[in-house]
């Protein structure tokens, strides 16, 4: 990734080890000023100077490639006079893209932040973004500097017992193998490792806004099969959120009644199907099965269940519901995935296995409308594991599925086979019978053909990253750029090889920052989705419009 001539010599590929090669630093200014542009979520100075700093180091590793390659073929190269001034040349070319990224770059990231109605950016936001990106490309250059010295001085080694250039070739592959080893084996590895152990002791720190429940028909309570201390601080929210009858008789009428809400902590069992089990029994003694609704919830990485979605589907059924879900990471969605996602998916088919065949035991006229549901990795999850053709004979009513990450199996095969006329970030699937896709704007009335017996609702906004993601985008222009775009995709935004794949993956790690786009999503739409799924009786749109007010003037959800 460098490069040194000593006078009077041709160029040796064994010589160069600091210097920084010109090609290199213009590819770094190319992919610094791409990083600049708009992306599918604002980012402050420290955020974007992160990516501009990694994409700069990218491209420049991408420069620097092309000029190893070029070396070790053999192919013609200036003398040392004529590669000094073509890299003098390159440089200032370099500068100048560089300064005028910069001049544009607190107005594209306005143009992101306008579609979400954020105020702009300040005057100091270019300055911060390229103090910081400086800083780190440095660092990342170093490293990688360091690298090509082992790969280079591995390779001058082998050269002396090969032939050709068999050992800078080997050289490479080594430095690849011995880095690979040392940043997976000991960085990744044990830094998610800590992050898991950091994230359990965190479930466990009581927090005092929560307090252990007195009726004995809730879970947690003294009655309770699960202990309140079992569930960690998201199964403890959860079961605390619970709406009383009195608030949903506010909105519903008098005869509303309290939710029955089970979930059962990670604690609570040592595997996957005795925490189903848990989570059944404790269900019967709280007669779920006796409510008009009954939802299996798969939780997100961290077992957090959204207010947004369950306090909504309560207000709408008049409380005659319950919701059960069981935790299986104390991770975030995206660190649960990357370290034990087999967790999510065997807690996801266990819980739904055993609740579905405690229901089919039902009398048919007395069983409750079975629901599945789901966030983020909790829609993954249960997408994954919900056994479709097993069911046919006697299926649950339908499920609704929030923010699918990109590796969902039935989001994928959904928007891979969309109607051609749909666009990617809201795919219309067949004749809409059986399968609607929503976001912001309400369209899930608007199929040409009226819902059939099962009914499955995607919820996705076209600016959530954690959708979006494809590796694909490293090399392809994806088809959710294509036009029309998403109202809360900024029509500025441009693919760029590479570096939009490091945008939309850097956006996944604060897809959470805007309420109401991104990953973020809220209370009104999920009240269209439930509405669309399940039929609330006596459901109208002013009925609607107040249960959305309702939401609307709550505090987010954390």
Excluded at 166 to 187: E, I, Q
Aim: aromatic fraction near 10%; glycine fraction near 10%; charge should be negative.
């Amino acid at each position: 990734m460098s490069e040194t001539v000593d006078a009077g010599e041709a160029p040796d590929w064994r010589r160069r080890h600091w210097v920084p090669t010109g090609l290199g630093i213009l590819f770094a200014a190319i992919f610094f000023v791409a990083s600049l542009t708009p992306s599918l979520i604002p980012r402050d100075p420290v955020m974007q100077g992160a990516l501009s700093g990694i994409s700069a180091a990218v491209g420049y590793g991408v420069g620097s490639l092309l000029v190893w390659v070029w070396r070790i073929m053999l192919l013609p190269l200036p003398g040392p006079s004529g590669e000094r001034a073509v890299r003098s040349l390159l440089v200032l070319v370099a500068l100048g893209l560089c300064g005028w990224g910069l001049w544009n770059a607190a107005e594209w990231q306005n143009a992101t932040r306008a579609v979400m109605q954020l105020e702009p950016v300040s005057t100091a936001h270019p300055i911060l973004v390229g103090g910081i990106a400086l800083a780190i490309f440095l660092v990342l250059w170093a490293a990688g500097s360091g690298f090509m010295l082992l790969a280079r001085r591995t390779g001058g080694a082998l050269g002396r017992v090969l032939p050709g250039r068999v050992g800078p070739v080997l050289g490479v592959l080594v430095a690849v193998f011995v880095s690979w080893t040392v940043v997976n084996g000991v960085l990744v590895r044990k830094g998610l490792a800590l992050a898991d152990d950091a994230f359990a002791a965190g479930e466990q720190v009581f927090d005092p806004a929560t307090e252990q429940p007195m009726d004995p028909m809730m879970t947690g309570s003294a009655a309770s099969l699960i202990g309140w201390d079992e569930l960690g601080n998201r199964g403890r929210d959860f079961i605390s959120r619970t709406p009383s009858a009195e608030e949903i008789a506010d909105y519903w009428g008098e005869d509303a009644k309290r939710p029955v809400r089970v979930y059962v902590g990670r604690v609570s069992a040592d595997t996957a199907r005795e925490r189903a089990e848990l989570a059944l029994e404790e269900l019967i003694r709280t007669g779920g099965f006796e409510r008009e609704l009954l939802i299996i919830t798969t939780p997100v990485g961290t077992g957090w269940m959204d207010p947004g979605a369950h306090d909504t589907i309560d207000f709408m059924w008049g409380g005659d519901t319950a919701q059960v879900g069981a935790q299986y990471s104390y991770l975030t969605s995206v660190l649960s995935i990357l370290t034990n996602v087999e967790y999510g998916l065997d807690q996801a088919r266990a819980l739904f296995d055993v609740i579905y065949g405690h229901w089919l035991t039902l009398p048919e006229g007395e069983r409750p409308h079975l629901y599945i549901h789901g966030l983020s990795q909790g829609a993954l999850n249960s997408q994954a594991e919900f056994p479709l053709f097993d069911v046919l004979d006697a299926p649950p009513k339908g499920a609704m599925w929030a923010g699918s990450p990109f590796v969902s199996p039935l989001w994928s095969y959904v928007r891979s086979n969309r109607n051609p006329d749909s666009p990617a970030w809201r795919p219309s699937f067949g004749n809409g019978s059986m399968i609607r896709v929503t976001n912001q704007a309400n369209t899930l009335d608007s199929a040409p053909a009226p819902w059939g017996p099962i009914r499955f609702v995607f919820l996705s906004y076209g600016s959530d990253p954690i959708v979006n993601f494809d590796f694909a985008t490293l090399w392809r222009r994806p088809a959710w750029l294509e036009e029309p775009r998403a109202s809360d995709v900024s029509p500025e935004m441009r693919w760029f090889p590479l570096v939009t794949a490091f945008q939309v993956g850097l956006d996944m790690t604060i897809a959470l920052a805007i309420e109401g786009y991104g990953h973020f999503y809220v209370a009104e739409d999920y009240i269209d989705a439930w509405a669309a799924l399940t039929d609330p009786p006596g459901w109208s749109e002013a009925r609607a419009e107040e249960l959305k007010a309702i939401f609307e003037a709550r505090p987010p959800p954390w």
